[in-house]
């Protein structure tokens, strides 16, 4: 295709998300049109992708971090003949495919965009995947828009890249200088995301992003150093091409005001198709080995004492050797997350993120995108920075598995900015997730397995300091499970509790067996989904239950609890511990006292319960 | 003080981290270590502030964003007398303000730190009440480390410090090359941080972190230009001084092996006493003015329409005519939140914080900590983005006010990317937040103005499309209260809904009066603290409630209302409407019908609860 066609296909991107943002009278033309002739170029002469074969392994990607252009991104797949014309216009209605922004139920999008900053960091780890574990030759392109460059996740990225060297990567930046507001800081002061992005070791390239001789030419120097991540800054107009919108304010997210007058000016609708370049080479073989058999998972001897963090360490070592697919990231934490026992076994497996827990997260969806299964650790604490990574992560479809560790109070002296105590709560609003807080190093073993490999966004809690070993090692411990570690047909109250609690619980069993209380204890380890069978039956036996967590009490194990029997019939009384204070520094045992969840606040309240 | 007392004061500063490190058996002084003759500096010739009157507005403000070098901020107290040696020595213990990570229970402290990556854009709010609001020359100095560069909020925060010309902001950067887990990404190559942070229009001094000379001189450099925020990157040695430890891995976060050994090293225990110099010229009159009296806040007719977004948009525009000491920040979607009307009428008192929501937060923090009254807004959504820095300002202790607009499916057409759906879980295990969630344009006036000095961390949810005025201008809205907007004593059924699902539950209780079934609706607009002793009357009367929210089932409305009438004794059946399914691109009303929490949905669950 000459220049002169491609000028014609960028107009016909143009006209095609103009077309579908009218149909819908809604999305974003405007944004669309700005960077319609980088995509024109990218998919004509650059991308090598086989868009009947989404998952063939040598493919490239193409990543809009900059989600809320999705007409341009679906006037592509028409382009290329992956859509029709009708499904076009379907954009943004019940049931089509084409959401406002991109998600995965497209099968050739990787991961959901739209909130912004989260594509970069991720396509750097769908590069990390092509260059250190696939070891495939495909490149990833990702669209980025100038607003997005004030997230700090960009910067995360641009370190990163930089850093690992990922030649793979090449973020194209359509510097359209209107951001939803107005104008952005820095306008088309290229210069400045230049000095900026080159700092963080990119090969750095400014461009009018419509000129076509100048964007092919940046195109083919992106793959030239196999070493050096690639920016290319690309002076746009937003809304290009239509003068009722080009470059003007208050255009943002909005169809076009006269939908026909703007096709018109634009040369009106074309049907030119793209043929994209195929990916390179022989189709590799299946990249994953056979497996060596079921991991060779520790075991602790019941009543030894190891930290619930480091069983999951030894777990993950262990996994390490049965599941090549395995990959570990960590936040600079390792020796405290204990992914260090991985990180020095596998080190060819380990991504050191450093302290940059949105890079991290995006990291692990990268991996997660390329079939890989990653677990990604930090402080529970922590997680909370990349809580929106992890919400889109959800929405993506991917499967990744995370652990927090120093949960809740019982961490001890550190103190409430090191404590995750809102974790349990956030994590259990995520959609289709799995919270999983072991007591004891077996179970954090077991469930450590269960998650890989187990759909959606797993969370695994665990916990700083050594706690007694309750289970054989030969329990299993099912995702939705529950294991009633105490129990008779007398029992007048049930506790249940999870990590941590549950050994004060069974010390608070065992004063209220003092004072006559058969009391039952259940050990909810998984608190998403939880065992509503088996609580239910307790509440149905004890018709009191004493709920108790190292967490708040918004969110956590209690409403999780309470959400399963509330309607129980007869009906059960209810009391939940949790942290309501602000801890500060104390040790482990004082904390559990200081917050009301240790043993002897346990058999309060469970006294209290039974004397009414 | 001479250099050679410097020295000696640098020594003492090492001496008094590692005895306090030592008696905790557990802290962070070999990270205090490497900045004792940064420090030693400052405190000696530079800080302008008075130890005695921490709430004299003209003192210059030390911030450890590397919050773990407590001790070294603990022995400058010390130093500088405002605590004694017992005080010291009683680190870390149970009942001590000497936290593991300072916080504001130490008059001296400005907010917790402790989550790297928080002090530095904090610092810059501080810097920017300094400079546009409060109008005084004091001076922000904020203690960085060098693994927390790795955070994208750094970048945030050099990004708009740079910007925002903020010459009253002084980075200290402790580049002691070492970080938890070993080293850090750049290690001793100080050019490397250089360049990064030169590019964001800083001015950049490196220098030898233990040169007493160059340390000061650095300091002197970083008053000069009013205009442009100074980085002094220091080299220096972790665990400077004592060769058990000095720049060696595996040092980080462990008291010394042998203390008496180390300090004996240091050359012995000393008593020297700063005087540290007074804050400059006289001090200010009350910086606000008096109040103009109360706000003349907007009002709708009941029955008109109005987007709950646009009220609190309106509202705050009235708040900032009364109000001097509000200031609203955004993170450049003042058109969606309508944070656009005050900044339009109040442009010198909106912070633009562009796509940020981290600086964005940590600028209201540092708002709220010279005692001004920030709204923060963004999209419910992106809120997540900064959930972090929401968690460490509520252990900060500060007043916030937070709005989240385009929650819920409701928002339509633009995706899943854009709901807040995870919001209110989130927000409610914030210790001591306040979490609002108004219905109608009335409503949202009256708890828009609620919030401004309300005590914590506020949370206003607001509505995209515009709904139904209920209310009439005069009502009133407590916070903790809640409206039976329909009910009679022959009520079969409550429904318990908030924002976009009162106008659905009100659609639905005329479908059940159809049916003969007398309905309560109740609008919990206040979801944190929620009115239980309503919703326990109604439990009462009733028997039977359904919960319905635009939010995933965990840790919301559905949740709260259970903790509120679990233990209800006649007990209550209850049944929870929330949003189960990944939603997609549709319209409002396909939205909610698609997630089931319609007018439809609710009357049949109802209808369910009542004929059983």
Partial sequence: MDNAMLAELGRQLRVDAVRA??????????????????????????????????????????????????????????????????????????GSRLEGHPTPRLPWVDVATGSLGQGLPIGAGVATAGRRFDRLPYHVWVLCGDSE??????????????????????????VNRLGQRGPTRHGWNLGAYARRIAAFGWDVVEIDGHDLAAIDKAYAHASTDPMRPVA?????????????????EGKHGKALPDVDEAVAELGGRRDLRVRVREPAGEPPPPPRGARPGPPRLPSYEPRSSIATRTAFGEALLALGAARPEVIVLDGEVSDSTRTGLFAKEYPDRFVECYIAEQQMIAAAVGLAVRGWTPYAATFAAFLSRAYDFIRMASISGVDLNLAGSHAGVSIGQDGPSQMGLEDIAALRAIHGSTVLYPCDGN??????????????????????????????????????????????????????????????ALRAADKLMGDGIATRVIDA??????????????????????????HRPEGGLGEAVQSAVCDADPPVRIARLAVHTMPASATRDQQLRNAGIDADAIAASARRLTST
């Fill in 21 to 94: 943002a009218g149909a819908a009278s809604s999305g974003h033309p405007t944004s669309s049109m700005s960077a319609a002739d980088l995509m024109a170029v990218l998919i004509t002469r650059h991308l090598r992708y086989d868009f009947t074969r989404p998952d063939d392994p040598r493919g490239d990607h193409l990543i809009f971090s900059k989600g809320h252009a999705s007409p341009l991104l679906y006037a592509i797949y028409k382009a290329v003949g992956a859509i029709d014309d009708d499904e076009l216009l379907g954009f943004r209605t019940d």
């Fill in 149 to 174: 460059l004030a997230e700090g996740s960009m910067w995360e990225a641009f370190e990163y890249a930089g850093h690992e060297r990922l030649g793979n990567l090449t973020a194209i930046v359509d």
């Fill in 232 to 248: 290319i800054l690309a002076r746009t107009s937003k809304g290009r091409g239509v003068a009722a919108v080009e470059d003007i």
């Fill in 443 to 504: 179970s954090a073993v077991a469930l450590t397995a269960a998650m890989a490999g187990h759909p959606g966004i797993s969370y695994l809690r665990t916990t700083r300091d050594d706690t007694e070993v309750l289970y054989a090692a030969e329990e299993t411990f099912e995702i939705g499970g529950s294991k009633t570690v105490r129990g008779s047909p007398d029992d007048e109250v049930t506790i249940v509790a999870a990590g941590i609690t549950v050994h004060e």
């Fill in 525 to 550: 380890y998984s608190i998403k989904p939880i065992d509503a069978d088996t609580l239910r039956v307790a509440a149905a036996a004890t018709g009191r239950i004493v709920t108790v967590e190292d």
